[in-house]
């Protein structure tokens, strides 16, 4: 059990972080909550149903948070994007919110066929334009392949 755990669901609940531990190893060990709050009560110190339950939700919760931050930071540092403030951040962070929030800015974005099409085109359209100002004749040309010959000649 990761104590750094411990004693965050200790403070959330305002118990004792010998009470969080004895219990979360006896929900590890398989015991379910009726079982601890009735047979087990001088292992968790007289904890009732509800502290157990709260302990078990934090315990899963905390876990769920730690699996998805591994995730993040191995998303981030395979694309070459973590830095040592960034890590530190996800590091730091205890919500799923906040590590969500930290993590925004560099979610790969969803590429849909569409989306690569567009890419595409418009690079072909930068590449046969750009920097070429002054001559509507090429910009023309290079916009050609686009419409196919099927340009508006606008109302008659």
Not at 26 to 43: C, D, H, Q, S
């Amino acid at each position: 059990m990761n104590l750094k755990h411990i004693e965050t669901i200790a403070r959330e609940l305002g118990i004792k972080p010998s009470q969080v531990g004895a219990t979360a190893q006896l929900i590890v060990e398989g015991g379910t909550v009726p079982f601890i709050a009735r047979y087990r009560k001088e292992a968790t110190g007289l904890l009732d149903e509800v502290a157990i339950t709260g302990i078990r939700d934090g315990m899963l919760r905390l876990a769920q948070l730690d699996e998805r931050r591994e995730v993040i930071l191995k998303s981030l540092d395979e694309r070459k994007l973590l830095t040592d403030e960034l890590k530190s951040k996800i590091e730091k962070a205890e919500t799923m919110t906040l590590l969500e929030d930290l993590f925004a800015p560099f979610r790969p974005k969803r590429r849909t066929r569409a989306t690569i099409a567009k890419e595409k085109a418009w690079s072909r359209w930068q590449f046969g334009c750009g920097g070429q100002d002054d001559h509507p004749e090429t910009d023309q040309r290079a916009g050609h392949g686009f419409v196919q010959g099927h340009v508006w000649q606008g109302y008659e």
